[in-house]
């Protein structure tokens, strides 16, 4: 075993690896996870987890040899069917530790088509306000144009989470949106208002806790009681908690909340299915909700020429339109076997002890100059953050090298990673320092949220974000960070073993002139060249020096026709020219 795993295993040898599972991590990798030997290093589970080849047999076999019917049909198997329905929604409720007594588990298509449900479902009036942290994906944002679309106010929350285990108190601020922010003063009656977190942020990992939610809450209630047209007995304040990302490697526990809507997607958690999520939901809360649309299977009778309809009873009937995905739920189960067979528990320490090493080593890294590498994003303490780092990264200079160069890069050496602001506008311009009239101008400079427009007057539009699943272990952390390391961080220049071997090299590889310095310090191990930004290099056996021992620009601006600025498409011969004063530079 190499040095730095051992170090690693002497500090979180403990969490890491599943030491008291069924199975170790390099186990399960070994079997269950093939497609991954080939050196590729996947980092992306924040994006999408992989799922187990196990996984896959059990559901290949499952679906081969059972009988599945539509759950709507009354036959034997219609009816086998719909009991695997029950118990699969019995386990995401367990999952959730919510008691069946209390909540429902509705299965959508995806944690957005449940947000959407919510959005479009809510009884908004003038009165509710759509109050939401601004570290929401997407998904969530979407729902304030339902609410302002019935008159309601919505208004963006940043909860600034103060490192000491959340028992600070929080600093809530208000951002006015379209002019409208909380509730409209002379409106008379009772209203419902909702609020959204994310229980992990997906940009920058940080958790909100039971405590947030308590917090936000009583901000809200005092809110209330401030306005006189409010009364908090007829003013209800909803609570929904996106779980999307969160719920992949750290159990909900909605026993120890009062939380009345969280939305999951189970490719999130183990890799298969996709299009298929969940709305858990309070009793208590889907009564309040109003469904417009009727579909097949949710309706007791409905006549076809008159405005007439009776809705089934139940909640899950009353939202689920059409054939539910009911494959897709019978496969589930097989998924939620390797989260409890490995636990919840575990999961949430081996992915936390990758993290919280992936974060230090990162921020420890240094240019030869001194100068940081890394610029994390959100907060440092592993206490408050989910398994994702993200970040970007600075030359010695200061100056950013732009996500889609990382990405480029990274590809190039197996890695997969994700980058960008990931559907998450709220923290991205929150951790880049992003105002509005920034945001408008990058849109108007042209760039948009797919592009390669990584870097808009020298600053980052993105970030670059890592992020782990339960299969994830120390090598492929070791391999991210020996490609940081090796790519971005200062100069491939290295001591040479001996004089001798240097004067050798130099007399059969240099054809310049003869006036060297005869004292080398450091030696050239091969120079590559990327003639175009993030796109694959090639590598060149040599190359004329000048008399001071720079690599010859000129050459570079014939070859590839850029006089203007040939350093930038020649990364070797900008050093070469940098350290030219006191080095001697050949190929080794
Ligand atoms: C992935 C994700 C979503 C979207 O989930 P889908 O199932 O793809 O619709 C929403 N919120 C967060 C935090 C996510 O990570």
């Given at each position: 075993m190499d040095k730095d795993k051992e170090q690693f295993l002497k500090e979180f040898g403990a969490d890491y690896g599943y030491p008291d599972g069924p199975k170790s991590v390099d186990d399960i990798r070994a079997t269950e996870f093939k497609r991954l030997q080939d050196g590729i290093v996947y980092l992306d589970h924040a994006g999408a987890t992989l799922y187990s080849e196990l996984q896959m047999e059990a559901i290949f076999k499952d679906l081969s040899t059972t009988l599945y019917a539509n759950p709507h049909s009354q036959s034997d198997a219609g009816m086998t069917t719909s009991d695997i329905v029950r118990e699969a929604r019995e386990q995401v409720l367990d999952y959730c530790n919510a008691s069946p007594m209390d909540y429902r588990c509705i299965f959508t298509s995806g944690a957005t088509a449940s947000l959407k449900l919510v959005g479009e479902s809510f009884p908004w009036t003038y009165r509710s306000c759509f109050m939401y942290s601004v570290e929401n994906h997407n998904s969530v944002l979407g729902i304030r144009e339902y609410a302002l679309q019935q008159g309601a106010s919505a208004c963006a929350i940043d909860i600034e989470n103060p490192d000491n285990s959340c028992t600070g108190s929080l600093k809530i601020t208000r951002h006015p949106l379209q002019r409208r922010c909380f509730l409209n003063d002379k409106a008379p009656g009772g209203a419902c208002s909702l609020l959204a977190i994310p229980s992990e942020c997906n940009f920058s990992g940080t958790k909100l806790s039971t405590d947030h939610v308590i917090a936000v809450k009583e901000d809200f209630r005092r809110q209330i009681e401030g306005h006189n047209y409010h009364r908090l007995d007829n003013h209800k304040l909803l609570v929904l908690v996106d779980a999307a990302k969160g719920c992949a490697t750290e159990k909900l526990d909605l026993r120890s909340c009062d939380i009345d809507f969280v939305v999951i997607s189970f490719y999130k958690m183990f890799g298969y299915p996709t299009g298929l999520g969940a709305l858990i939901v309070k009793n208590d809360a889907a009564k309040l909700l109003r469904k417009t649309y009727f579909g097949g299977g949710t309706v007791d009778a409905v006549i076809a020429d008159v405005d007439f309809v009776k809705r089934r009873e139940g909640i899950e009937e009353w939202f689920?339109?059409?054939?539910?995905s009911f494959l897709s739920i019978a496969s589930i189960r097989h998924g939620f076997t390797i989260l409890k067979s490995l636990t919840p528990g575990a999961i949430s320490r081996h992915t936390k002890a990758l993290c919280t090493f992936l974060r230090r080593t990162l921020l420890d890294l240094r240019h030869e100059n001194g100068t940081f590498v890394c610029t994390i994003y959100g907060s440092q303490n592993p206490k408050n953050v989910g398994p994702i780092v993200t970040f970007n990264l600075k030359r010695p200079d200061g100056s950013w090298h732009g996500y889609r160069e990382v990405e480029k890069l990274a590809a190039l050496s197996g890695i997969q990673l994700r980058t960008g602001c990931f559907c998450n506008p709220g923290a991205c311009a929150k951790y880049l320092g992003l105002t509005h009239q920034d945001i408008l101008s990058n849109l108007e400079a042209g760039h948009v949220c797919w592009d390669d427009c990584d870097l808009v007057d020298g600053r980052p539009t993105g970030a670059v974000r890592v992020s782990f699943g339960y299969m994830s272990t120390y090598e492929d952390l070791k391999k991210f960070v020996d490609f940081i390391r090796s790519s971005f961080v200062s100069v491939h220049i290295r001591p040479h073993a001996s004089k001798e071997t240097m004067h050798d090299a130099l007399a059969s590889s240099v054809s310049g002139p003869r006036n060297v310095p005869l004292e080398p310090r450091f030696f050239v191990n091969s120079i590559n060249i990327y003639p175009i930004k993030s796109c694959s290099g090639f590598q060149k056996e040599s190359w004329p020096l000048s008399s001071t021992a720079s690599l010859v620009q000129e050459k570079a601006a014939t070859e590839f026709g850029t006089k203007d600025n040939p350093a930038r498409y020649l990364p070797g011969a900008e050093w070469a020219s940098a350290y030219a004063d006191d080095s001697v530079v050949t190929m080794a």
């Open positions: 689920e339109d059409g054939s539910i």
